[in-house]
């Protein structure tokens, strides 16, 4: 298994839905993830953050961890064409190194 | 305005050549990274920095140099080893790389083609 591994979509979804992004993680990565958004060309920046087991709510977005399963989510309510991005997750690498790992991102495409 | 900068936007290379680019940072961070992104990719670690003068090898080093002589600056030179470096490169930092819960921020990227 991959590290972080992510679905490359592209996802798309309807203006206003709800757009489900996903996200699995191996034993070799910790449980403390980011979410990146990207647009093209431009660089990541971060949207949430969650290092507990649940749910995280800010705004339109919700990130859920659940460890157990090793996966975290993120979930983008009443999504709007400018959510339309390449959406990156990031986990802090177990052992010496520590490193953060993404994964090759999941594109989203919100149509009006 | 705390940030973090890179220069140049754009770089054009020729065969053999080394270049360098920037990135600078005001946020008072320890740790500042080199990642390098390719289309359809993930982001690969070049190289990491969590104290001034001491830096180490990420995923994919090789042809590749930096240096962290100040806090605020940790510049990448692409040397002429680098045999494929066009790709959109990207600077992080972030307050000190000790505890798992670090966030790092990103700079705006640098993107390097050669010619």
């Known amino acids: 298994q991959k590290e972080v591994e992510q679905n490359s979509g592209p996802l798309s979804v309807p203006e206003g839905a709800i757009a489900s992004l996903n996200c699995t993680y191996s034993d070799r990565v910790s449980q403390s993830f980011f979410w990146y958004r990207q647009y093209s060309g431009k660089s990541p920046e971060l949207i949430m953050s969650?290092?507990?087991?649940g749910d995280k709510e800010d705004g339109r977005f919700t990130a859920q961890l659940n460890k157990a399963s090793q996966y975290v989510s993120l979930l983008i309510r009443d999504s709007q064409p400018s959510d339309s991005a390449t959406y990156l997750c990031a986990g802090w690498g177990l052992g010496s190194q520590g490193n953060l790992i993404f994964g090759k991102g999941t594109k989203l495409s919100v149509k009006p | 305005d705390g940030g973090i900068t890179q220069s140049p936007k754009y770089l054009f290379r020729k065969e053999g050549q080394n270049v360098t680019l920037s990135c600078e940072q005001n946020l008072n961070h320890d740790a500042m990274y080199w990642y390098r992104q390719d289309p359809g990719q993930g982001l690969r670690l070049i190289y990491y920095?969590?104290?001034?003068?001491?830096?180490q090898k990420g995923d994919i080093a090789e042809g590749y140099s930096v240096s962290r002589e100040k806090k605020e600056s940790f510049p990448l030179t692409v040397t002429s080893a680098q045999k494929n470096p066009t790709a959109f490169y990207l600077c992080?930092?972030?307050?000190?790389?000790?505890?798992?819960?670090?966030?790092?921020?990103f700079g705006p990227g640098t993107r390097l083609t050669v010619l």
């Open positions: 969650i290092y507990s087991n």
């Open positions: 920095s969590q104290i001034v003068n001491d830096f």
């Open positions: 992080a930092s972030s307050i000190g790389q000790k505890a798992t819960r670090d966030t790092q921020y």
